[in-house]
């Protein structure tokens, strides 16, 4: 794209003038799962600064999910709260006598949420993760809704074919042409199969905490199968970019769902014709994804608009509103950023930047 394209951008890389937040340096005790949990709700909040976590356990399950999302990590309380600065220290630990070593020792002006208080707001981190995975799934299924006709279309082709054969079958004499025949219904068979499988894999509810290291490339490419049967692609010419060896770390349902998307987003901008590209990149500090289109891109005043929930300018039926919404939710989860880029009459281009974290070293390109 040429002349100063329009940019908006979610996560860390900002570009619009945001109002300048109060930013809350919090610090969280006990890395269990309540802990866990809150450094997951707290660190997609922007105006919350994690300041670090601290446990005895470097295995508890909080100590692995701040190395993923680069937030500190400390073995002893008396280290951690000892940050300047610190606004609020989370007590999850249900130690009586941790409370009251925090009350002792704590610098003047950091406030402590320990005992009911803090397993209160767990629980409600805990509640909002869980709507956050049902309204995920919710938009998934109503996606599937206009799959209906791609779906009818491609097993109508290998039925029909069947029962071609299978007409033919009936009155065929040569045993040769028999053979060939069962051949032919065993692969159409095959085809039918094929498309129920990757339905049912698509449509099933993602599992929670299924983390894995993706392959980027292989998943794009699974995204435009499933993609084919919500939107037309035949006209679109689709050009594809990738790095090999381009790895990410997340739950790859939730990837899958996030191409589908946003490659469904694309072809339908483009009523039916254009260039869909797919790019992936690795460099030294991240892993990039980028989906263009040429399609009608997005007015400079929408821009800001398009991740929030339910804001569609698609017609009932096409649009829900809620894709780009869950997209910029599962992105975060996995501590990236989304950013998009748009000229109207010309093409939007939608890139997703993962950052290598300190487990980097893991990510060993598979064979
Ligand atoms: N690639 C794109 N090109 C043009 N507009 C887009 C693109 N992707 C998203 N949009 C705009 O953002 C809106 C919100 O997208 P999304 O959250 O996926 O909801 P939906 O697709 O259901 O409308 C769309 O209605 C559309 O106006
Ligand atoms: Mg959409």
């Known amino acids: 794209m040429t002349s100063s394209p329009m940019h908006a951008a979610i996560g860390n890389e900002r570009s619009e003038p945001a109002p300048v937040p109060i930013r809350i340096r919090v610090a969280i005790i006990g890395a269990g799962r309540g802990g866990s949990a809150l450094l997951d709700g707290l660190h997609q909040i922007r105006t919350i600064e994690m300041v670090g976590i601290a446990d005895r356990d470097p295995s508890a399950p909080g100590i692995k999910r701040a190395h993923e999302l680069n937030v500190p990590v400390y073995d002893r309380v008396s280290d951690l709260i000892q940050n300047q600065?610190?606004?609020?220290?989370?007590?999850?630990?249900?130690?009586?006598?941790?409370?009251?070593?925090?009350?002792?020792?704590?610098?003047?002006?950091?406030?402590?949420?320990s005992g009911q208080a803090s397993r209160l707001l767990w629980t409600l981190v805990q509640h909002e993760a869980l709507l956050q995975a049902e309204l995920l799934h919710a938009e998934k299924l109503a996606g599937i809704g206009s799959f209906a006709a791609g779906i009818a279309h491609d097993m109508n082709n290998p039925l029909q074919l069947i029962l071609g054969l299978a007409e033919n079958l009936a009155e065929e004499t040569d045993l040769g042409a028999v053979h060939d025949q069962a051949r032919d219904i065993i692969e159409a068979v095959k085809r039918t199969t094929a498309i129920c499988r990757d339905l049912t894999s698509y449509s099933r509810r993602a599992s929670l905490r299924q983390e894995a290291i993706i392959a980027v490339n292989g998943k794009l490419d699974e995204a435009l199968k499933i993609a084919r049967y919500a939107v037309a692609l035949q006209d679109i010419e689709i050009r594809k970019r990738y790095q090999p060896d381009a790895l990410v770390k997340g739950n790859p349902d939730e990837l899958l769902h996030v191409f589908v998307n946003l490659i469904t987003n694309a072809v339908q901008a483009m009523a039916d014709k254009g260039t869909l590209t797919l790019e992936t990149?690795?460099?030294?500090?991240?892993?990039?994804?980028?989906?263009?289109?040429t399609g009608c891109g997005i007015p400079p005043e929408l821009l800001g608009r398009i991740f929030e929930p339910f804001f569609t300018t698609k017609p009932p039926g096409k649009g829900t509103g809620l894709g780009l919404y869950n997209i910029k939710s599962v992105i975060h989860h996995m501590n990236g950023?989304?950013?998009?880029?748009?000229?109207?009459?010309?093409?939007?281009?939608f890139t997703l930047t993962f950052p290598h974290d300190s487990t980097a070293g893991e990510r060993k390109p598979t064979p």
């Open 337 to 349: 950023t989304i950013a998009v880029e748009s000229q109207v009459g010309r093409g939007s281009t």
């Open 85 to 113: 600065g610190l606004h609020l220290v989370m007590d999850v630990t249900g130690d009586p006598a941790m409370e009251h070593m925090l009350r002792d020792q704590l610098p003047p002006g950091a406030d402590i949420l």
């Open 281 to 293: 990149a690795v460099t030294a500090d991240a892993t990039r994804v980028r989906v263009s289109d």
